[in-house]
């Protein structure tokens, strides 16, 4: 967390305000003023400039302010979509900000704060210019443009650094799925950033669709192999953690003793020897001529004991589907 500010600027009038007059006409209008007083303490006492944060990675959602301030999630809601029509707040990247910051909070305080902020900034410069130059002590003078420079790159390098990559997700979704769900829509960006503002990153949100892909293709659960589902706050961890299904073993009618032959002899000439065998059963099962290819390289390995297996093989082919074996 930023350096605390105390206290809060409230002008004596805030009650002839125009926004907070028609906010006293609404239902509920007592507790959307609350919940805008305890959105101001709790900027100030955040001090994030503004920023509803709890701290540099993570930002306070409608369900965690619902807690905070011990008041229904609806009524939360519908308080924070009173602010943002009024301007009173703007949604940026899902972050709850408050426009005019400045005016609600001490000018003292801000001023000590950002000499704190000056002097943090220039002393880790000292310490990186002291490492360059070999451990040697050095005097370093960081001016006032400087250490605010460095200060808004920092900012800059968290900014990119916490990118929620939404779209990335959802497009590994529809990789995986073969659907077509939109990264624009706000339903998904909000369950995702969500979430993301939880702590969990790109590789857990994978994780999740590979885990659940596994798990429901082919089931009744496919269908919910959506957002909506997959990324819940309520599932989220419990798919996280959850094993995938190993795959079935392909069938075939494929004797075993031969399987274990073909297994042992893995030569180019026992790979196509198989597949011929396997193009010549799904022709016959289908009443369809045999492939050309396949029998060029049947009749290429009729030696007299290439024969004689072979023979063995569709014989026991054969009884396998007429149920004699």
């Known amino acids: 967390m930023a350096s605390e500010i105390k206290w809060i600027k409230i002008v ?34 955040q001090n994030y400039g503004g920023v ?3 701290n540099d990675r993570v930002h306070y959602t409608d369900e ?19 602010f943002e029509q009024f301007g009173m707040i703007e949604i940026i ?6 426009p005019n910051w400045e005016k609600h909070q001490s000018v003292e305080s801000m001023e000590r704060v950002r000499e704190q902020a000056r002097k943090r900034v220039a002393k880790h ?12 002590t050095c005097n370093v003078t960081v001016t006032h443009s400087n250490a605010l420079d460095k200060e808004e790159e920092i900012d800059k390098e968290e900014d990119i650094y916490n990118i929620c990559p939404i779209k990335e997700i959802i497009e590994y979704l529809n990789s ?9 829509s706000n339903s998904n960006k909000k369950i995702i950033q969500a979430r ?8 857990d949100f994978k994780k999740v669709i590979d885990n659940m892909v596994a798990n429901w293709t082919g089931t009744e659960w496919e269908k919910y192999l959506q957002p909506s589902t997959l990324f819940r706050e309520s599932n989220f961890d419990k798919y996280l953690n959850m094993v995938p299904r190993a795959p079935k073993p392909a069938q075939t009618n494929v004797p075993a003793w031969a399987l274990e032959e073909i297994e042992q002899d893995k030569s180019e000439e026992a790979m196509q020897r198989m597949q011929a065998l396997k193009a010549r ?3 016959n099962e289908k009443d369809e001529p045999v492939p050309e290819w396949a029998e060029k390289v049947l009749a290429s390995q009729q030696t007299a004991d290439g024969q004689a297996k072979l023979a063995d093989i569709y014989a026991e082919l054969e009884a396998m589907e007429n149920g004699e074996t």
Not at 67 to 81: D, E, I, S
């Open 12 to 45: 004596t009038d805030i009650f002839d305000d125009e926004k907070i007059l028609l906010i006293e006409s609404l239902p509920e209008a007592d507790t959307i003023i609350v919940v805008w007083f305890k959105l101001l303490t709790l900027a100030g006492k």
């Open 52 to 54: 509803l944060m709890m």
């Open 64 to 82: 965690m302010l619902s807690t905070l301030f011990r008041r229904p999630l609806n009524t939360v809601r519908a308080a924070l979509q009173t």
């Open 93 to 98: 990247n899902n972050a709850i900000t408050i």
């Open 125 to 136: 410069r000292e310490k990186q210019k002291t490492l360059a130059n070999g451990n040697v």
């Open 176 to 184: 995986a799925t073969g659907k077509s769900y939109r990264y624009q």
């Open 196 to 203: 993301w503002n939880e702590g969990y990153k790109l590789d």
């Open 281 to 283: 059963m799904l022709a």
